[in-house]
């Protein structure tokens, strides 16, 4: 038998959400249902409204409304009024659309004499406002994750490299340009604005930084995350070369050598010497107490290095204590038709050299350590 409907039965129920028209089979929907029949975007952001003749309801996405009653007009939906976030994982939530980091702080019951605010964006970057506590940050909805700092966090980029940490955003950070620390205050630093730390310029000075594939060149406005894993230290060296010398390369090091002598900024020359492999260190600064405050160092380069070790240093001109203490294990050696002096030292039994590991770098420590040594034994 044929099913005939009554005259009073409806197939459909329509309605408008912000005018646009919608069809439901049901009479009963939610407010997400509505949302999502009208295609809205970012529904977490918006708050949906009931209109009747003269008045409104506001209708909770999991709230459901008869469309077959009587009295009510339409739907439209507005800017959500309060907007979710977190810090430190715990849920906040605001009416403003705009906080400072210290507003946030503040109303997460963190103090910000102690501690700084840290946006962590949805693809998993990090903005610090740790020297920003005045900005506006936009408080957008679909829920912000913030964590915070304490503002005593000093970072080590270099001590991050030696041992193989990730660096993660502090309030201060300590890089090193050639030899000396600097602290400083921003995650990220051009290279114009680092080579400014030692007063310098990229039109008179290269800077570079070593990393884990070896160095490389900053350039004037290049940005330098110090958080970017693998970076140790930098190096600055003057663009620019003396009337009257020009650095030989009879020939080549390795190129783990190399990268060592430009990162620490010291000039050299390699040469050969009455058949001998030579590398010159030139103008090489000392420690206090010896009768000159820089020389020459040459250091002898097997013919198999780096498999067979370096050993002892020479200096030209010759050093003397200014205490007038002698100096142990010195003798004359000609080199490029000048008289050095040789210093005897060498490795023991328990600091034997050892291949891929011991290089130009570990020789010049030691060499250094000698040299220091020299005023705690006599």
Known sequence: ?????????????????????????EPKVSGLQLMEKANLKHIECLDLFQLFEGDFKKIATDETVDLSAKGFERFITKDAEYRNYSVNNDPEVTDKRELTSVEILKLAGIDPEEHFLILVNKDGSKVSY???????IKIECGGMHFVTERKDCVLDIEHCFSCGVIPVIAFKYIIKINTTPFTVGKPAMTGREILALINETPETYYLRYKHTGGSKIVEADEVVDFTACGIERFSAKAKNCTEGRVNKRDFLLPQE???YLEEKGLAYETLLSDGAQWVILRD????????????????????NYPIAPLDMFYMYPNLARTDGQ?????????????????????????????????????????????????????
């Open 326 to 378: 002698p100096i142990g294990a010195l003798s004359p050696l000609a080199i490029e038709d000048k008289q050095y002096q040789q210093w005897s030292r060498h490795r023991t039994a328990n600091n034997q050299w050892v291949p891929g590991e011991d290089n130009l770098a570990t020789h010049i420590a030691l060499m250094n350590h000698s040299l220091n040594e020299e005023f705690t034994k006599r």
């Open 130 to 136: 740790g020297h920003q506590p005045q900005v506006k």
């Open 1 to 25: 038998m044929e099913n005939i409907k009554e005259p009073h039965e409806v197939s459909h129920f329509a309605t408008s959400v912000n005018d646009v028209e919608l069809l439901f089979n």
């Open 257 to 259: 050598d190399v990268s």
């Open 284 to 303: 090489y600064p000392l420690p206090a107490g010896y009768s000159q405050r820089h020389t020459d160092v040459a250091i002898r380069i097997p013919q």
